[in-house]
């Protein structure tokens, strides 16, 4: 079975500041992760996707991820959060069956 | 281009009655998918269209749940018998080439269901 973790329900940042969203995932197989925000009322926005090669994963507005084998982790991170980045995030796991895992999701509140 | 489009983004039913949701997926992606997205369960997969197979309802809930996709393109998900806890927001998504695992999936606006 596959399936992935977000360990915080909400992280908070000052605008200016770096933001990490946290994800680990456990899978049997090779994983390949996903990472969208989703805005009120909104779908699911793509920000990015790890396959293969590259652990640093650069994706859209400036985010980017880092794969950690190891770890079995898919840190979403930036180096300089954005009031506008306020949103929720969801990151999601495919290995095979097609359709995406997704974890719980994470608001991400920055702050004025 | 455009994207994923939903209709309707908002349908609320009475307990019992049926409902149908559409998708319109982006031109030329042959592959379609069905999520659900509600407070409890967080974001489900309930059905996945690829090309001319027949689909994965490994996802479906229940038999009161079905999907088709008419000529490869537009899909309808139907609701039938609705109860509320069939509330909730109903997104599609699509992707191109063969719907492989590394494809990336597109998603609408969802149309929210809310079932009194």
């Known amino acids: 079975a596959q399936s992935v973790a977000q360990p915080e329900d909400q992280v908070n940042v000052a605008e200016g500041n770096p933001l990490t969203v946290k994800c680990t995932y456990s899978v049997s197989g090779n994983p390949y992760l996903f990472w969208y925000v989703q805005y009120p009322n909104r779908g699911l926005q793509f920000l990015l996707k790890?396959?293969?090669?590259?652990?640093l994963v650069k994706g859209s507005y400036g985010f980017e991820a880092e794969f950690n084998k190891s770890q079995t982790s898919f840190h979403l991170k930036k180096p300089s959060a954005l009031v506008s980045d306020s949103a929720l995030y969801f990151c999601a796991v495919n290995t095979g069956r097609r359709a995406l895992t997704f974890g719980s999701g994470t608001r991400l509140q920055v702050q004025p | 281009g455009a994207g994923v489009s939903q209709s309707p983004s908002n349908k609320v039913t009475e307990k019992g009655k049926d409902v149908e949701l559409r998708c319109d997926p982006i031109s030329g992606h042959t592959a379609l998918y069905w999520y659900r997205q509600s407070l409890g369960q967080g974001l489900e997969f309930l059905i996945y269209f690829q090309g001319n197979s027949a689909p994965d309802k490994s996802g479906l809930p229940s038999d009161r749940f079905s999907a088709e996709r008419t000529g490869g393109s537009v899909s309808t998900l139907t609701i039938q018998r609705t109860q509320q806890e069939d509330s909730a927001v109903y997104l599609c998504?699509?992707?191109?080439?063969?719907?492989?695992?590394?494809?990336?999936?597109?998603f609408g606006p969802g149309t929210r269901l809310t079932v009194l």
């Open positions: 790890y396959i293969t090669g590259d652990n």
């Open positions: 998504a699509s992707s191109a080439a063969s719907g492989g695992v590394t494809d990336t999936q597109y």
